[in-house]
């Protein structure tokens, strides 16, 4: 009764993860940092598959999808995910959309303050 399944934890535990599904002994997460990268996604898979209680790692650059099978008994999916992390992966951004929206934004308000500041600067100038 007190222990929430791995799925829902998962849930609290990988908010920005963009997709997480797991199984005893199976993680799959999709890491958008390795989507287009062969380089970058070789680099994960190497260096997941040496950490102690993983057992293979499949790593997709078409996809960003990281597939781990490892032992429960000896590594845990959320010690996983912190790895994944620890190699500059799933951290939170803002999409392109969402940065060109913060720059109109930081724009209109600097104009704004500027228009401000004239409309009051050049009355005591006159």
């Known amino acids: 009764m007190g222990q ?3 799925k ?9 993860a963009p997709y997480v599904h797991i199984l005893d002994g199976r993680f799959r997460i999709r ?7 062969s380089d970058k996604a070789l680099a994960l898979e190497i260096f ?5 209680g993983v057992k ?7 996809t960003g999808s990281v597939l781990v099978h490892y032992d429960s008994s000896r590594i845990g999916h959320e010690r996983i995910y ?8 799933l951290q939170r951004k803002p999409s392109p959309s ?3 929206a913060v720059g109109a934004l930081a724009e209109f308000v600097v104009q704004s303050a500027v228009e401000s500041a004239l409309r009051r600067l050049i009355p005591a100038v006159i």
């Open 4 to 6: 929430k399944p791995a």
């Open 8 to 16: 829902e934890e998962a849930r609290t535990t990988m908010k920005h």
């Open 31 to 37: 890491v958008p940092e390795v989507r287009g990268s």
């Open 48 to 52: 997941l598959g040496n950490i102690e």
């Open 56 to 62: 293979s790692v499949q790593v997709s650059p078409i």
């Open 82 to 89: 912190d790895l994944i992390r620890s190699r500059g992966c």
């Open 98 to 100: 969402t940065q060109k």
